[in-house]
């Protein structure tokens, strides 16, 4: 399903960006590749192309490598093995700076985002793809250990630490965001400056493209994989999108998705089909996506509200598509074929 849904997304990129797929020493370098779990398209232009891909490739592993929960070697994997002990656990600055900041938009935003909640993730077999429906004392029996601010990380030192046995950490909702930033710096600092980073729904638009126009990025109808809600026009932005409609199983004719409330510990169901948020920091876009979509529109609103640095397009149940005012340009609205209504909010 992810990959279909990728390659759809690559499809309307080409379409609506006008170009084919670039090869080395024509329009570029185009370099696709498999890494946290889903297709990632690194499309570079320019003399520094090849190089500058093939780092940014390299540099995208490296963190893999890093912030996997299901690779026994990584970090994230060390730091969850000694949940509830007494020593913190050794980890490299990356990490340390990644904790910190999700932990701190927590914070911010009520809980909606929690990157302790693993074991719920456990419970509904979105790790193994092991589908299943937890019962209420499972979840009861697991919420306690879903706390982020419960981390303890001591930069200094440059260690952290799970406080409770049966605690662990997942970075599935920013550990793509954390690579599209540094993939980006990695081929600016190549001497690249003409770039389209696809990184499973996280896109990242470096400079413009070499026609000297923005980059032209679809959104997806959360509803209809071959529809659209829009184009979003981007220049040195990343749009990160999330919904309930990415990874998901049904049972008994009820959705269940990955996309889990850390309050219910069930998945999110806050009035939206898909948050896209635009920012220049990759890293932003792809934690509030999910974390807005867990807060639902009002909340989501209000924060864009109180909050600069990102604007967004909510796709509401109720049919209705929401742009902030700053994409009132940039974002090009289409989804009257797919029966929505179109709304710009307003600070
Ligand atoms: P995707 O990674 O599928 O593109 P997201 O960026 O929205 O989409 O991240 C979803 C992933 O984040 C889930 O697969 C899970 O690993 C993790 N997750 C789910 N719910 C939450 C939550 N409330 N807070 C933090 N992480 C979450
Ligand atoms: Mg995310």
């Given at each position: 399903m992810k990959r279909f849904f990728s390659l759809f997304l690559l499809l309307l990129l080409l379409l609506c960006s006008g170009c084919s797929a670039p090869t080395v020493g024509d329009t570029g370098t185009f370099n696709e590749f498999f890494a946290m779990d889903t297709i990632m398209r690194v499309t570079v232009h320019g003399d520094a192309g090849e190089p500058a891909a093939s780092a940014a490739r390299e540099e995208i592993e490296r963190l893999e490598k890093l912030l996997?929960?299901?690779?026994?070697?990584s970090q994230v994997s060390q730091l969850n093995a000694h949940a509830g002990e007494e020593d913190a656990v050794a980890l490299e600055g990356d990490l340390i700076s990644l904790l910190t900041f999700a932990r701190s938009l927590s914070a911010d935003l009520d809980?909606?985002?929690?990157?302790?909640i693993a074991p719920v993730m456990d419970a509904w077999g979105f790790t193994t793809d092991h589908h299943q429906i937890p019962t209420q004392a499972q979840l009861d029996a697991l919420l306690?250990?879903?706390?982020?601010?419960?981390l303890e990380i001591d930069p200094q030192a440059g260690t952290a630490r799970l406080?409770?046995?049966g605690m662990a950490v997942d970075l599935g909702a920013v550990a793509k965001g954390f690579a599209a930033g540094r993939a980006e710096s990695v081929i600016r600092a190549a001497g690249a400056d003409s770039a389209l980073l696809d990184l499973g729904r996280n896109i990242t638009a470096i400079g413009v493209k070499p026609t000297g126009e923005p980059w032209r990025v679809a959104v997806q109808d959360p509803q209809d994989?071959?529809?659209?809600?829009g184009v979003l026009a981007l220049t040195d932005q990343t749009c990160s999108t999330s919904g309930g409609y990415e990874r998901y199983f049904e049972e008994d004719g009820v959705v269940y998705h990955h996309i889990i409330d850390p309050s219910t510990?069930?998945?999110?169901?806050?009035?939206?089909l898909s948050v896209t948020v635009v920012s220049p920091d990759a890293l932003l876009a792809d934690a509030l996506s999910t974390a807005l979509f867990v807060a639902g529109p009002e909340r989501a609103l209000d924060y864009w509200r109180r909050e600069g640095g990102f604007e967004l397009i909510l796709c509401g149940e109720d049919g209705v598509v929401t742009a902030t005012e700053g994409l009132e340009d940039a974002f090009a609205f289409q989804g009257e074929d797919g029966g929505y209504t179109y709304e710009i909010a307003r600070r």
């Open positions: 996997s929960r299901t690779l026994p070697d809980d909606a985002l929690d990157i302790t306690p250990l879903v706390d982020c601010q419960t406080p409770n046995a994989s071959n529809l659209y809600l510990g069930y998945p999110a169901h806050s009035g939206l």
